[in-house]
C-alpha cells in the first residue's frame, strides 16, 4: 500500500460550520504533513508532526485545529473559517527519519467557504 | 529563509526535450525535490538530488549543483501526458527539514 488516503475529496461550509478533514496511510510513515493549495500558487506548509507529536507549526491561525490520533491517521479540524481559506488542502506523509524522506501525497479535498 | 525561483511557463512540442531550471538559496541545504502536479491533482514525487550530478530515471533526469544553488529537470521524448505543473521544493536541514516550493514551472506540450 503506497497511498495516502484523504476525506472528503470535496467540502461545501459556512464561516460559523466546524468540519474536519481527514487523512490515512498505511505506509509505517511516522511523519504526516498539512498543506494548503490555493490555485495556481505551490503548496505551503502548514503542520508537521512527527512520530505523533506537532512538531511544526507555520503560524496557522487557530480556525484550523490539527490532530494526529495514531500514526496513521491525521486531522485537520475547522472552525469558523473565512471565504479566503478556501483552497485545496493537501496530507502528506514520509518516514520521518529516512535520509531521503520522500514526501507522498494524498489527492487533497478541495475546500469553498462560503 | 529560503528564496526559489522557477520560470513560470514554457511551451514545447511533443517529442522533444525540456529543461526546468530551479535557483535556490537557503542556509542548511539538506535536499532538493521534483514534483509533478496535473491540473486538480496532488504532487507526485519524480525525483531526488541531494549530491550534485545528474539523476536518470527512464525520460525524466534532474541535476543538481550546490555550489551554485541551481538545479534542473530534463524532460525527454515529450508526450502530451507531461503537459503538468513541475515543482522545485528545497529541504532545510536548518529548519526541521521543512519542505518548501517554488513557484511551479506550468510545461505545455503541444502536438
Known amino acids: 500500500d503506497t497511498e495516502v488516503t484523504q476525506t472528503p475529496k470535496h467540502l461545501v461550509m459556512g464561516m460559523t460550520n466546524k468540519k474536519s478533514l481527514k487523512c490515512e496511510q498505511h505506509?509505517?510513515?511516522?511523519?504526516m504533513y498539512w498543506y494548503k493549495q490555493k490555485a495556481k500558487k505551490p503548496p505551503e506548509l502548514m503542520f508537521v508532526?512527527?512520530?505523533?507529536?506537532?512538531?511544526i507549526n507555520e503560524s496557522v491561525p487557530s480556525r484550523f485545529s490539527p490532530e494526529c490520533p495514531n500514526s496513521s491517521l491525521l486531522n485537520l479540524h475547522l472552525h469558523a473559517l473565512q471565504p479566503e481559506d478556501s483552497a485545496l488542502y493537501l496530507c502528506?506523509?514520509?518516514?520521518?527519519?529516512?535520509?531521503?524522506?520522500?514526501?507522498?501525497f494524498g489527492p487533497g479535498t478541495r475546500l469553498t467557504v462560503l | 529563509g529560503q528564496n526559489i525561483d522557477q520560470p513560470t511557463e514554457m511551451t514545447a512540442t511533443e517529442g522533444a526535450i525540456v529543461q526546468i531550471n530551479c535557483t535556490y538559496q537557503t542556509s542548511g541545504f539538506n535536499g532538493l525535490f521534483w514534483y509533478q502536479q496535473h491540473a486538480g491533482e496532488a504532487p507526485t514525487f519524480l525525483s531526488y538530488?541531494?549530491?550534485?550530478g545528474l539523476e536518470e530515471k527512464g525520460r525524466f533526469s534532474s541535476f543538481l549543483s550546490r555550489s551554485k544553488g541551481y538545479s534542473y529537470l530534463l524532460l525527454k521524448e515529450l508526450q502530451m501526458k507531461d503537459s503538468a505543473s513541475y515543482l522545485c521544493?528545497?529541504?532545510?536541514?536548518?529548519?526541521?527539514?521543512?519542505?518548501?516550493f517554488g513557484g511551479g514551472t506550468r510545461v505545455l506540450v503541444k502536438p
Open positions: 505506509m509505517g510513515h511516522r511523519a
Open positions: 521544493a528545497v529541504r532545510d536541514g536548518a529548519a526541521g527539514n521543512k519542505l518548501t
Open positions: 502528506a506523509s514520509s518516514y520521518g527519519r529516512a535520509v531521503v524522506d520522500t514526501q507522498y
Open positions: 538530488n541531494v549530491l550534485d
Open positions: 508532526y512527527s512520530y505523533e507529536k506537532l512538531s
